[in-house]
């Protein structure tokens, strides 16, 4: 696992049925491209984040594939209709293997 | 083990397929040119224009960390494309049943000043782009 890797999410606790929320989400990782040099002229190997996913009770949202072109830290922001109360999911897929999974909580009224 | 003929033939294979393995990676992901990713994403498909709004900054003082985002009503996917980066496939936008408005913001690295291309594929299987010239002042790719 990549060190340093921590999701942050944003959504409300709280909307009415059918309303489009916003979710912003932050997934703190070093993105190195596969272009940079260290010191001693060798290539440092890419290691990103390619994948995010954000599902709702199971049913998907969004689903990014990420290339090296993605900021340092990505950052996504998107919106969401939520028929009942439920749990969102949102999964990050990184090159090493590693997945980082965390989940909130909405009650719609 | 007894080292045959055989052996040191399927030694030597083994060890020159094994090699080319990285390189044929590293071509996949860095050598495709802007074309290429166009033709994959649309199966050939003719390109128009209409309800697809990329928004940009004029100018990116620093290209490491540009803000964009994209907005088109009726898309499935969204693709974009900075058309002056050694990998132009930047990041491709799926929307499932539960998005909103079909809407994503996002953070790119773009090494010089070019063209960011968006294009978006309606859930009619059409495809619609958008593009943007964004000024880049200090180059984001390293090196």
Known sequence: MAKGVKPRIKVPKQASAGEAITIKTLISHKMETGLRKDADGNKIPQSIINRFTCDFNGSNVVDFDMKAGISVNPYFQFEAVVPESGEFKFTWYDDDGSVYEKTKKITVS | ?143
């Open chain 2, 1 to 143: 083990m007894k080292i045959s003929r055989r052996n040191i033939v399927v030694l030597g294979v083994s060890a020159f397929s094994a090699s080319l393995l990285p390189f044929n990676l590293l071509a996949q992901s860095d050598g495709q040119s802007a074309e290429d990713i166009i033709k994959e994403f649309t199966g050939g498909a003719n390109i128009g224009s209409g309800d697809i709004m990329l928004t940009t900054p004029e100018i990116a003082e620093n290209g490491n960390t540009v803000p964009i985002s994209v907005e088109s009503k009726k898309a499935t996917a969204i693709k974009i494309l900075a058309l002056g980066n050694p990998g132009p496939d930047v990041v491709t936008f799926k929307f499932g049943p539960l998005s909103a408005t079909r809407s994503a913001s996002t953070r790119i690295r773009l090494r010089k000043t070019q063209d960011v291309l968006a294009i978006a594929k309606l859930e009619d299987g059409s495809f619609i782009q958008d593009i943007k010239k964004v000024k880049v002042t200090i180059g984001g790719c390293g090196g």
